[in-house]
């Protein structure tokens, strides 16, 4: 059964940092892409950015140069480091794995995690 469990958000002022993370079980978690994604109210969910199986990384362009995601294969675990966060950068963060299952690409996606940018 595959679980996605993020943790980390919270309330920060514009400037500040946070740092997301979210744990992975259920599958091989190093054969897989992982992904941080997020929802602003009102809007559709948006790719934030994307670590592959050989660590190479993508962002979205709104958050290159301030966001940083990585990946703990030993510790099955994904993070989002988030720097000079915004106000529109508000939005509950999700942890998305998408995984064979045969031949189909299945999605799973954790709980999701709030992030508020605010003074």
């Known amino acids: 059964q595959v679980q996605l469990v993020e943790s980390g958000g919270g309330l920060v002022q514009p400037g500040g940092s946070l740092r997301l993370s979210c744990a992975a079980s259920g599958f091989t978690f190093s054969r897989y892409a992982m992904s941080w994604y997020r929802q602003a109210p009102g809007k559709e969910r948006e790719l934030v950015a994307t670590v592959t199986s050989g660590k190479n990384t993508n962002y979205v362009d709104s958050v290159k140069g301030r966001f940083t995601i990585s990946r703990d294969n030993a510790k099955n675990t994904v993070y989002l480091q988030m720097s000079s966060l915004k106000p529109e950068d508000t939005a509950v963060y999700y942890c998305?794995?998408?995984?064979?299952?045969?031949?189909?690409?299945?999605?799973?996606w954790g709980q999701g995690t709030q992030v508020t940018v605010s003074s």
């Open positions: 998305n794995a998408r995984i064979l299952v045969g031949t189909s690409p299945n999605d799973y």
